[in-house]
C-alpha cells in the first residue's frame, strides 16, 4: 500500500528545534518530489518546503533559512529539521508526494496523515 | 503569483450544482489542482492539470479553465461533498507551489 506516516510533533519553546520524519511505504522517496505542507489552526494550506528527485530543494520564504529539507534513501524518509522555532510556526504539518510517475504532474496526489507542532513557551 | 478563491463561504443544498472559481495574479500553467479537504482530515485530490479527474474520485467533480481563471463545479452536491475546497499551482519560478486561501462549502 501506498502511504506516508509523519511523526515527531510536539510542544516546543520558541526559538527551539523539532525534526519531523516522514516514513514512505509502497514507492521510493528519493525518486519523488516530497514536498512538506503546514496548515495552521482554523487556516489554510501553506507550501513549506520541497525536495527533488534530483536532491535540489526550495523554501517558502516564511521557512527559509530556518528549515531544512532532506531523506534518507536507507530509510525511505523524508525530513524536516526546524530551527529557530517561532509561534507562527504552529501547525499540523503534512508531507506529500508530488504524482509526476503517477500522471498527477504537478499536484500533490499522496499525503500523509500530518503531525502537530505547537510552538509555545 | 497569488491565487484567489471565490467565494470563500457557500451555502448550498443537496443536488445543488455549485462552481468555485480560482483566479491567478497573473497567467499560469495549467498545472493547477482542486482539492478537498475534511475537518482533521488531510486533503484529497480531486482534479489536476486544470480538468483531469483523479482515479476514483466521483464524475460529479469537474474542473476546467486556463490562463488567469479557473473553475470547480460540482454537479449535483451529496451529503459527502460538505468540505474546504482548495486550489493549488505549481510554480515556474521561483521553484515550489501555492496554494488558494479556501472555500468552505456548507450545508444550507
Known amino acids: 500500500e501506498v502511504q506516508l506516516v509523519e511523526s515527531g510533533g510536539g510542544l516546543v519553546q520558541p526559538g527551539g528545534s523539532l525534526r519531523l520524519s516522514c516514513a514512505a511505504s509502497g514507492f521510493t522517496v528519493s525518486s519523488n518530489f516530497m514536498s512538506w505542507v503546514r496548515q495552521a489552526p482554523g487556516k489554510g494550506l501553506e507550501w513549506v518546503s520541497v525536495i527533488y528527485s534530483g536532491g535540489s530543494t526550495y523554501y517558502a520564504d516564511s521557512v527559509k533559512g530556518r528549515f531544512t529539507i532532506s531523506r534518507d534513501y536507507s530509510k525511505n524518509t523524508l525530513y524536516l529539521q526546524m530551527n529557530s522555532l517561532r509561534g507562527e510556526d504552529t501547525a499540523v504539518y503534512y508531507c506529500a508526494r508530488e504524482g509526476r510517475d503517477s500522471g498527477a504532474f504537478g499536484a500533490f496526489d499522496i499525503w500523509g496523515q500530518g503531525t502537530m507542532v505547537t510552538v509555545s513557551s | 503569483i497569488q491565487l484567489t478563491q471565490s467565494p470563500s463561504f457557500l451555502s448550498a443544498s443537496v443536488g445543488d450544482r455549485v462552481t468555485i472559481t480560482c483566479r491567478a495574479s497573473q497567467g499560469i500553467n495549467s498545472y493547477l489542482a482542486w482539492y478537498q479537504q475534511k475537518p482533521g482530515k488531510a486533503p484529497k485530490v480531486l482534479i489536476y492539470?486544470?480538468?483531469t479527474l483523479q482515479r476514483g474520485v466521483p464524475s460529479r467533480f469537474s474542473g476546467s479553465g486556463s490562463g488567469t481563471e479557473f473553475t470547480l463545479t460540482i454537479s449535483s452536491l451529496q451529503p459527502e461533498d460538505f468540505a474546504t475546497y482548495y486550489c493549488?499551482?505549481?510554480?515556474?519560478?521561483?521553484?515550489?507551489?501555492?496554494f488558494g486561501q479556501g472555500t468552505k462549502l456548507e450545508i444550507k
Open positions: 492539470a486544470a480538468s
Open positions: 493549488q499551482q505549481l510554480n515556474s519560478y521561483p521553484p515550489g507551489y501555492s
